[in-house]
């Protein structure tokens, strides 16, 4: 049996909602009555439905359920790549990339690519997110081509970046293995559209198919972020156990109170309306600072809009920002605590790290007891002490803040981790009455990008670009 078969111990590895620091009983007049929430009673009761109605085109919600045959397949893979290559690459951008990135940091050694082979659980692992011309040529200073396995994701098949990236690895790829290029290259696409999909056909690439209904920022429980995942060694039947756990606990809507995806995104939503225009995101745990960036992305994205479902105009939004603790304690609390008063401040708290290191007591500082006091105590307890100390700081200036709490980072607390904020951001959608799925904002800057780099059919476009006024020396210093 599977530990998450096993019913006490999934309900100890729940992953909690501790909104108390959100609310005025605790932060005084700044935080949110249970009247405000009761007053939302009808726009709630709206959301529940549409997300009852859209479930059917939220493919997502579904991942964690509907995967048996893929997951075998990926694993399978996953297993070829473990016997056959010491390097593992992801080219891919956005939601592309990032779930990939903080699973990995998550659920693996902290310094994974620095162990030795034999200590390490699968091939070193790279993300390529980026077109720095530095970056990119840099990687071929530190992997052997002839051992990697390149994954390319790019759910569109087009993404200018992504396409750039796979030029340069295809290239590279021919000149030193020649014919072999293709045993090279996992491509993780669309089933029928895109270019990626057309060449990974042409050249019969081994590929994986992103679903309809998945957008890239819901992506990571699919084939996009699975494959890297089980690669790595990651157990993903239990992630995906996990994301299933959590859907199943948000299916709670007689009691808002007891969702914690849904209270989460009222919360937020009346924050929002308060003028909380800022999001911070705060892992007090390293294993969980990449999940900031997932975050940023998957809220930013979904729901920064110009309009809402009825075409009104209403430059909705909360922006994100990443602070690690203790980390950022001693460069962005300042500010969070006396500054403005215009943010919420998630802490993702973890109760059991997977180490327990002794702060050793040494003799030689017997007298010196502003050192000598720390001695005995464990590092854990110093990361925990500090991130309660930082909660109360918080409190103590009036200022919202909740805690999303962790029993211990594994595969099936982190894949209700992102269940969770999925849920949460697409409940956000529908109280904001945004479409939370699209991302026309992106879209725009991607055709302008195919404009200057003289994609055809995008003429008109260039000529837009050259009518914007010329920039004024005067105004360079
Ligand atoms: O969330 C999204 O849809 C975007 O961030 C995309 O993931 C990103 O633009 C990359 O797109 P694609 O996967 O099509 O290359």
């Given at each position: 049996?599977?530990?998450?078969?096993?019913?006490?111990?999934?309900?100890?590895?729940?992953?909690?909602?501790?909104?108390?620091?959100?609310?005025?009983?605790?932060?005084?007049?700044?935080?949110?009555?249970?009247?405000?929430?009761?007053?939302?009673?009808?726009?709630?009761?709206?959301?529940?439905?549409?997300?009852?109605?859209?479930?059917?085109?939220?493919?997502?919600?579904?991942?964690?359920?509907?995967?048996?045959?893929?997951?075998?397949?990926?694993?399978?893979?996953?297993?070829?790549?473990?016997?056959?290559?010491?390097?593992?690459?992801?080219?891919?951008?956005?939601?592309?990339?990032?779930?990939?990135?903080?699973?990995?940091?998550?659920?693996?050694?902290?310094?994974?690519?620095?162990?030795?082979?034999?200590?390490?659980?699968?091939?070193?692992?790279?993300?390529?997110?980026?077109?720095?011309?530095?970056?990119?040529?840099?990687?071929?200073?530190?992997?052997?081509?002839?051992?990697?396995?390149?994954?390319?994701?790019?759910?569109?098949?087009?993404?200018?970046?992504?396409?750039?990236?796979?030029?340069?690895v295809f290239d590279i790829l021919k000149k030193t293995v020649g014919d072999d290029w293709t045993k090279h290259v996992i491509a993780t696409t669309d089933a029928s559209k895109g270019s990626l999909r057309l060449i990974a056909d042409k050249y019969?690439?081994?590929?994986?198919?992103?679903?309809?209904?998945?957008?890239?920022?819901?992506?990571?429980?699919?084939?996009?972020?699975?494959?890297?995942?089980?690669?790595?060694?990651?157990?993903?039947?239990?992630?995906?156990?996990?994301?299933?756990?959590?859907?199943?606990?948000?299916?709670?809507?007689?009691?808002?109170?007891?969702?914690?995806?849904?209270?989460?995104?009222?919360?937020?939503?009346?924050?929002?309306?308060?003028?909380?225009?800022?999001?911070?995101?705060?892992?007090?745990?390293?294993?969980?600072?990449?999940?900031?960036?997932?975050?940023?992305?998957?809220?930013?994205?979904?729901?920064?809009?110009?309009?809402?479902?009825?075409?009104?105009?209403?430059?909705?939004?909360?922006?994100?920002?990443?602070?690690?603790?203790?980390?950022?304690?001693?460069?962005?609390?300042?500010?969070?605590?006396?500054?403005?008063?215009?943010?919420?401040?998630?802490?993702?708290?973890?109760?059991?790290?997977?180490?327990?290191?002794?702060?050793?007591?040494?003799?030689?500082?017997?007298?010196?007891?502003?050192?000598?006091?720390?001695?005995?105590?464990?590092?854990?307890?110093?990361?925990?002490?500090?991130?309660?100390?930082?909660?109360?700081?918080?409190?103590?200036?009036?200022?919202?803040?909740?805690?999303?709490?962790?029993?211990?980072?594994?595969?099936?607390?982190?894949?209700?981790?992102?269940?969770?904020?999925?849920?949460?951001?697409?409940?956000?959608?529908?109280?904001?009455?945004?479409?939370?799925?699209?991302?026309?904002?992106?879209?725009?800057?991607?055709?302008?990008?195919?404009?200057?780099?003289?994609?055809?059919?995008?003429?008109?476009?260039?000529?837009?670009?050259?009518?914007?006024?010329?920039?004024?020396?005067?105004?360079?210093?």
């Amino acid at each position: 049996m599977k530990r998450y078969e096993d019913k006490a111990w999934k309900d100890s590895m729940r992953v909690r909602v501790d909104f108390n620091n959100m609310m005025s009983e605790f932060v005084g007049e700044n935080g949110i009555k249970l009247e405000e929430i009761e007053s939302m009673r009808s726009e709630i009761s709206r959301a529940v439905k549409g997300m009852e109605q859209k479930r059917s085109n939220m493919r997502w919600r579904e991942l964690p359920f509907n995967q048996t045959e893929i997951v075998t397949e990926l694993k399978a893979t996953a297993q070829h790549i473990r016997n056959n290559f010491e390097y593992f690459v992801v080219l891919g951008i956005g939601g592309s990339a990032l779930g990939p990135i903080a699973v990995h940091q998550a659920l693996t050694h902290a310094r994974y690519n620095e162990l030795p082979d034999e200590k390490r659980n699968g091939p070193k692992f790279y993300v390529e997110d980026n077109v720095d011309p530095e970056k990119i040529s840099a990687l071929f200073d530190v992997i052997d081509i002839k051992k990697t396995m390149f994954n390319i994701i790019t759910k569109s098949g087009n993404t200018s970046e992504t396409v750039s990236q796979m030029l340069f690895v295809f290239d590279i790829l021919k000149k030193t293995v020649g014919d072999d290029w293709t045993k090279h290259v996992i491509a993780t696409t669309d089933a029928s559209k895109g270019s990626l999909r057309l060449i990974a056909d042409k050249y019969s690439i081994k590929t994986f198919i992103v679903p309809d209904g998945v957008g890239g920022r819901f992506s990571e429980l699919c084939p996009v972020g699975l494959l890297a995942a089980s690669v790595c060694g990651i157990d993903i039947d239990e992630l995906l156990a996990g994301a299933a756990y959590m859907d199943e606990i948000c299916t709670e809507t007689a009691d808002i109170m007891q969702n914690p995806a849904y209270i989460s995104a009222v919360l937020e939503v009346i924050a929002m309306r308060k003028g909380k225009n800022i999001s911070v995101f705060m892992p007090y745990c390293d294993a969980l600072k990449y999940m900031a960036d997932w975050y940023a992305q998957l809220w930013a994205e979904s729901l920064g809009k110009r309009y809402d479902n009825e075409g009104n105009e209403v430059f909705v939004g909360q922006t994100p920002v990443k602070a690690l603790g203790v980390t950022d304690q001693h460069s962005q609390i300042q500010l969070y605590t006396e500054g403005p008063n215009d943010k919420v401040v998630t802490f993702l708290e973890v109760e059991n790290y997977r180490k327990t290191v002794e702060i050793p007591s040494l003799e030689m500082f017997d007298e010196l007891h502003d050192v000598n006091f720390l001695s005995g105590h464990t590092f854990n307890e110093l990361i925990g002490h500090e991130c309660f100390s930082t909660e109360y700081a918080l409190v103590q200036s009036g200022r919202m803040s909740k805690n999303i709490v962790f029993n211990e980072v594994n595969a099936f607390t982190v894949g209700q981790f992102l269940c969770l904020l999925e849920l949460q951001t697409a409940f956000a959608g529908e109280l904001l009455n945004i479409n939370a799925f699209d991302q026309p904002g992106v879209e725009e800057g991607k055709k302008a990008t195919y404009a200057l780099l003289e994609r055809p059919g995008y003429d008109e476009k260039r000529k837009e670009l050259e009518m914007m006024p010329k920039k004024k020396d005067c105004y360079i210093a």
